[in-house]
Each structure stands twice: as structure tokens, then as C-alpha cells.
């Protein structure tokens, strides 16, 4: 396994190399840290950009690595205009993860709840279309390019492991997280990243976070994130 470095010189950069794979809808770069071999496991994080706890997790958790992970690529943010912005949706109202090129993509209006125990109270868009919004298309036309086995998907704040199976994937994050892991999330999710994973043959492991602060989050889970990160992938 890679040799971590927790030392305090070293934790506010990122020192591995990024490479832009698209541009956002506000031409803000869409980057990810590549494998330095083959990749076997794609982490994404930030997709919704109302969840900048999944950004700030994986970036604490990354700048612990001193090098390319051997068999694992990460995106820190997917969607950079809605972290800016503050919105869970890109800069043109989508919600991401219901714009994806699945089955059972609906075209119509997405909600989202402001408060997790509330009623749905604002109103996104699916897209016009499947993967209708460059930072989906970038990020499939990524995935492609990478074929990877696995993508990992971070999310919050429901704070479980959703997947169809209780894979070594699962079983390995549940060793970090300490989360329960469940076959779906008990809602639709037309046109999401894990529906277009099972559709077309990749696995997907979705990590919804557990409702705490930023501080705590790494207090709790960074250190050990970064090992399972450095870690060979679990299959």
C-alpha cells in the first residue's frame, strides 16, 4: 500500500497531477486526478452542488496521498458552477444526477427537500433531454474513456451505502464509514449516475454521508478514507 503522509507541511496542497476532461456550463474546468495504471475504481464526488461536504471529505482525504493512486481516478467536483453557485443543480437548473442517458429518464421537474425531514420545496429540471448538460456528458464520456470497474458516487446526507449487492466494494466501505448498507434508497431516481451504471454492466456504489459537520467528517473518516484510497481496490 502506498506510504500516507499526515504531516502538516504537506496537507494543503494536492500533489498529484489533474487533467481537464470538459467544461461546466459556465466554462469552469471539469478536472479529474488520473490512475497512473489502469482504472479499476472512479470516485466522483460533488455532483449535486448543495453536498460540498462530499468535495471537502475526499479533497482532505486525497491531500494525504503523496502521488497518483496506482488503480483509482477521482473527480472532486462534477459540478463545479453548482458548488459556486451554492445550487444543487448546474448553472442552468439541472439536476445532474437525473440527467444521465438511462432507460427511464423523465423529462419534467426534479425535487429536492431544504431541509432532509421537509417536503420537497424546490423545483430542478431533468434536462431537456438525456445528458443534455456538458458536465454529463463530460463526465460519461469519462467514464468511457477510463472503463473503469467500479464508481464510487459520494453523496449526503442520508448516511448509508446504497447498492444493489453487498459487494467487496461495499463490505470495504462499510469497514471506513461504519454505515449500513441498503439495496436502493426507497425513492425513484430516474436518469442518476448508478442507473446508468447498472445499465450498462459497471458497478456503482453510492455513499450518502451522514449529516455532520465538515470538521467532524474528516475527524471521523478522513485518515481512514485516505488508506482505503491508497488501498488496492476491493474486488
Known sequence: MMQLDFS????????????MYGRSVLGAPLQYFPASGSTE?????????????????????????????????VVLCANPDGMALGTRGNASGVDLNRNFSTSNWKQGSVGSRSVLERARDTMLSAGTSPASEPETCALLDLVKNLRPR?????????????????TPLVAALQDVFGLPWVPDVGYETPGSLGTWCNENGTECVTLELPRMSLEMLYDRYGEAFARFLAGPVPR
Do not use: M, W, Y
Not at 502538516?8 to 487533467?19: A, D, F, L
Not at 467500479?150 to 453487498?166: F, N, Q, T, V
Open 8 to 19: 502538516p507541511e504537506n496537507r494543503g496542497v494536492i500533489r498529484q497531477k489533474s487533467e
Open 41 to 73: 475504481l472512479l470516485v466522483v464526488a460533488g455532483i449535486h452542488g448543495e453536498e460540498p461536504e462530499t468535495t471537502f471529505l475526499l479533497s482532505r482525504s486525497v491531500r494525504h496521498l503523496p502521488q497518483a493512486l496506482e488503480h483509482t481516478a
Open 150 to 166: 467500479s464508481i464510487l458516487s459520494i453523496h449526503a446526507p442520508l448516511g448509508c451505502l446504497d447498492a444493489p449487492e453487498r
